[in-house]
């Protein structure tokens, strides 16, 4: 599995667990990482095959053999899931929060999802492609669009009393 973030294993940065800010994979700035600007010249990670930059320390050996039941999970720690998550920690979402989120790409689905782990109690999500909409209302568990046409109102799979009596 593959971070974001890349770093060469060896600067004073890595060598402390601070991969995040490398000092030497970004020739240009500190820190290195796939398909951002200013963050070197890797382009980006989500594609059949990349270059690896580093390879001995940026790949991360993940339990299992390759191609069992589980590989296919592991890609979502590696870039959106994390994304999708950590922007419902910027926004505060916490117990009952009404929420909207525009685009129902793949980063928006997965924010849809961690607004419910984080016990949301509504979750609206403003695409403009029908399939997306569609997607979204399978996977995480919503109701009927509101009156904007691709608009999706999520209800969670559980109740807010329920949510807090588990956690």
């Known amino acids: 599995m593959l971070p974001f973030n890349i770093g060469c294993g060896d600067?004073?940065?890595?060598?402390?667990?601070?991969?995040?800010?490398?000092?030497?994979?970004?020739?240009?700035?500190?820190?290195?990482?796939?398909g951002y600007s200013g963050l070197g010249p890797y382009q980006g990670g989500q594609a059949e095959y990349i270059r690896?930059?580093?390879?001995?320390?940026?790949?991360?050996?993940?339990?299992?053999?390759?191609?069992?039941k589980f590989e296919d999970n592991f890609i979502l720690l590696a870039d959106i899931f994390p994304t999708a998550y950590h922007s419902n920690e910027l926004a505060k979402v916490e117990l009952g929060s009404t929420v909207a989120i525009y685009g129902a790409g793949p980063v928006g689905m997965l924010a849809a999802l961690s607004c419910q782990i984080k016990g949301a109690s509504e979750i609206y999500v403003k695409t403009r492609s029908g399939p997306a909409t569609r997607r979204c209302r399978a996977?995480?568990?919503?109701?009927?669009?509101?009156?904007?046409?691709?608009?999706?109102?999520?209800?969670?799979?559980?109740?807010?009393?329920?949510?807090?009596?588990?956690?």
Do not use: E, I, M, Q
């Not at 890595?14 to 000092?23: E, G, I």
């Open 52 to 68: 690896v930059p580093y390879a001995d320390y940026n790949c991360l050996k993940v339990p299992g053999t390759p191609g069992d």
């Open 11 to 34: 600067c004073s940065n890595c060598s402390r667990t601070y991969s995040n800010a490398c000092l030497v994979a970004n020739p240009d700035a500190v820190g290195a990482g796939f």
């Open 139 to 167: 996977s995480c568990a919503a109701s009927t669009p509101s009156a904007s046409k691709h608009t999706t109102r999520a209800t969670p799979t559980w109740s807010a009393r329920t949510r807090s009596s588990t956690t």
